[in-house]
């Protein structure tokens, strides 16, 4: 039998986090054009508003539905605005693991909302999932994400090398350039402390609920 996500709504401080819905699709269409997203990430470019569409209330859905993960947009609490985006993916049931990712809109970076989004999620899967292992893996250059495993408890266990794709600017649109994955790791110890160490450097204020 196949384990599944149930549909979820996370709350922070600052956030919620929530199924993607047709709302999104011209916001997210948006984001998943910027060029740090288009360097990172496998996201076909130019994104359409199909594409995001076809995201939302397709892929997002079946993904869920089959046990594999999870797609969960980002949103400030105050304005509703969508911010980002964080995935589950690669999803064991077995051994109660799963692979996070997650992306931020370009006008919402340098607000700590990665992170909050991260820690929130990565609270959710220990103590109401009973997860025991959430895997991050960055781009050796991507010195942002890197960050943000760092700064919610992740511990680099490795690098995977020549494994990962990134996408360079080039006069014909983008080109491939095959680079190292640094692998992290996430466990429900490593979580002791996160929170309060993100607040006491002004990251941002803990609080998470589910329903």
């Known amino acids: 039998m196949t384990s599944t996500f149930p549909n979820i709504s996370i709350s922070t401080e600052r956030l919620v986090l929530r199924p993607l819905d047709e709302d999104d699709v011209p916001a997210l269409a948006e984001m998943m054009n910027d060029e740090q997203v288009a360097a990172w990430t496998d996201v ?27 797609d969960l947009a980002v ?9 980002g985006i964080v995935q589950l993916g690669k999803t064991n049931w077995h051994i ?15 607000e700590g909302y990665a992170s909050e989004a991260a820690l929130a999620t990565a609270q959710w899967l220990f103590g109401d999932q009973k997860f025991e292992r959430i895997e991050v893996r960055t781009a050796a250059d991507n010195t942002a994400s890197q960050q943000v495993a760092q700064k919610i408890g992740c511990i680099s266990e490795g690098v995977l090398r020549n494994a990962c794709i990134v996408h360079v600017r080039t006069d014909d649109g983008w ?19 996160v929170a309060d160490q993100l607040t006491d450097a002004g990251g941002f204020t803990s609080f998470s609920d589910w329903n």
């Open 175 to 193: 080109a491939d350039v095959r680079t190292d994955f640094i692998v992290w790791s996430l466990l429900p110890e490593d979580l002791e402390g």
């Open 44 to 70: 076909p470019q130019p994104f359409s508003e199909d594409g995001a569409r076809n995201w939302v209330t397709e892929y997002a859905p079946a993904e869920r539905a089959a046990g594999r993960g999870l």
């Open 96 to 110: 109660r693991s799963t692979e996070l990712s997650y992306i931020i809109a370009p006008w919402a970076r340098g």
């Open 75 to 83: 949103t400030e609490f105050l304005t509703q605005r969508l911010v």
